[in-house]
């Protein structure tokens, strides 16, 4: 059976499908069936082979230059249906923000994104939509990361956020990995546009997890040159280690050395994920 990954967002899930004999190549629009009904979707790469029998819903024809304009057609009635819909949401005075809006390619299904503090009772709106555009209705409440995903932006490092820009999942990040990175755990440093923890700290936390291993603990005794001492600071990126010593007339020294200077108890905890903040 030939197989290919299709998109329907441009930084969306990617989903199998049955090429149903199209020989279809990356970057190819095409026309698939979902249990939402008919969707226009991209390519995301040449379809293969693969020796299955599972079932996978099919692709029903490789886009048309018709289809491309029907689909620019769909994408003005998506804001307008926006736009109304926010103004049916503020009539029916419920605490929602309605993010999104998006037809199936068939029309048969409008789907609204919507953000709220808590739980809404949309009975009374959700009427209103159907009798307004009339077609199956769905509202889907989602949080800040998704809300962050669909509108875009740029984040403090002054690129394009990772959401919106390439990031299909959203993976798991935790106020460790901050700490483990030796970053002020000040929110406005470590959180996005969404509130929520920088998706990038996921990026290099391997990284620093596994040197960190090969460094003392903060708050413990190494022994260095100049005598005993304790772990004040690991500068994970330089490999040293920041010692504090005691002096004679109560006060303190802090000096800094190499890991191949100094000895330490090695340490014997795994690196964790906890604090999951999604």
């Known amino acids: 059976m030939q197989i290919v990954g299709v998109k329907f967002k441009s930084v969306g899930e990617i989903i199998e499908f049955n090429a149903n004999n199209h020989e279809i190549k990356k970057d190819m629009a095409v026309i698939c069936e979902t249990e939402n009904g008919l969707m226009f979707g991209i390519a995301e790469a040449d379809s293969r082979e693969e020796n ?6 099919k692709v029903v024809r490789i886009a048309t230059d018709g289809d491309k304009r ?12 926006l736009m ?6 503020k009539k029916h005075g419920l605490e929602m923000k309605v993010i999104d809006a998006e037809y199936t390619f068939d029309m048969n299904k409008l789907t609204f994104s919507f953000t709220a503090e808590g739980r809404v009772d949309f009975r009374d709106l959700l009427k209103s939509l159907a009798g307004e555009f009339k077609t199956r209705i769905e509202l889907k409440q989602i949080g ?8 875009g ?10 959401c919106a820009n390439h990031l299909r999942d959203f993976g798991k990040v935790s106020i460790k990995m901050a700490k483990d990175q030796g970053l002020s755990l000040n929110p406005t440093g470590i959180n996005g546009m969404c509130n929520r923890l920088l998706c990038c700290l996921q990026y290099e936390e391997n990284d620093y997890a596994q040197v960190l291993q090969k460094m003392p603990k903060l708050n413990s005794k190494v022994k260095t040159p100049d005598g005993e001492g304790v772990c004040t600071f690991n500068n994970v990126l330089k490999e040293q280690v920041s010692v ?3 002096n004679e007339d109560g006060g303190y020294t802090i000096k800094d050395y190499s890991l191949g200077e100094i000895k330490f108890e090695k340490r ?3 690196p964790k994920q906890q604090d999951q903040n999604q």
């Open 70 to 81: 029907k689909l620019e057609d769909i994408h003005k009635k998506e804001q307008e249906a």
């Open 244 to 246: 504090k010593f005691i």
């Open 268 to 270: 014997n905890d795994e």
């Open 144 to 151: 800040a990361r998704d809300e962050t995903k669909i509108l």
């Open 84 to 89: 109304k819909t926010k103004q049916l949401a």
């Open 52 to 57: 299955t029998s599972g079932e996978y819903q």
């Open 153 to 162: 932006g740029y984040g403090p490092c002054g690129r394009q956020l990772c």
